[in-house]
């Protein structure tokens, strides 16, 4: 997605883009996004361009419990401002960055935006059981064939014998 720096209408023009699939390298679970639609309103003046829209696409995950991949819809509002000038970059907060040249690139901020909507702790589903912690059995499939653990302890109380008697 390519948005002119300058020259925009006073209403705005929209830009809508649409990446196939967007490879992630990261270990949190995540593999990719795929079939993911911009679609910004970009407004501007001599200072400031702003980008307003929303994103959408599908992220492809890897299960924090069980390992499985699976997949989840992801969606978020766009919003950023981007300064046109050294001095608003350094007088603003609510930019996002300086926007040099003739034309503007905005993927890396939608994409960061889009991610940030995903949970942190990635579930196929809130029923998920997960592996075995001893054999890597998937509890989702049925229990494992493992012997109860018995090394609580509290293991030691189970041999505890009272006298009958009440203090």
């Known amino acids: 997605m390519e948005i002119p720096l300058h020259h925009l209408p ?3 023009r929209r830009f809508v883009e649409h990446w196939a699939r967007i490879g992630v390298t990261e270990e949190s679970g995540l593999r990719g996004l795929r079939e993911v639609e911009a679609d910004v309103v970009a407004t501007g003046d001599a200072e400031r361009l702003r980008l307003v829209g929303e994103a959408k696409g599908i992220a492809e995950l890897i299960c924090s419990r069980c390992l499985k991949e699976f997949e989840q819809p992801a969606a978020a509002t766009l919003h950023f401002v981007y300064a046109l ?11 996002e960055r300086l926007a040099e040249g003739r034309a ?3 993927q890396p901020e939608i994409l960061g935006t889009l991610l940030s909507e995903l949970p942190f702790k990635t579930v196929c ?12 059995a998937d509890l ?3 229990p494992c064939q493992c012997p109860p653990k018995t090394d609580s302890p509290f293991d030691v109380l189970r041999n505890l014998k009272t006298d009958g008697g009440a203090r």
């Open 125 to 136: 589903s809130e029923e998920c059981r997960g592996l075995c912690p001893t054999c890597g």
């Open 104 to 106: 503007l690139d905005p």
């Open 85 to 95: 000038t050294e001095e608003v970059l350094e007088e603003d907060l609510d930019v």
């Open 140 to 142: 989702n499939a049925g």
């Open 10 to 12: 006073k209403d705005g």
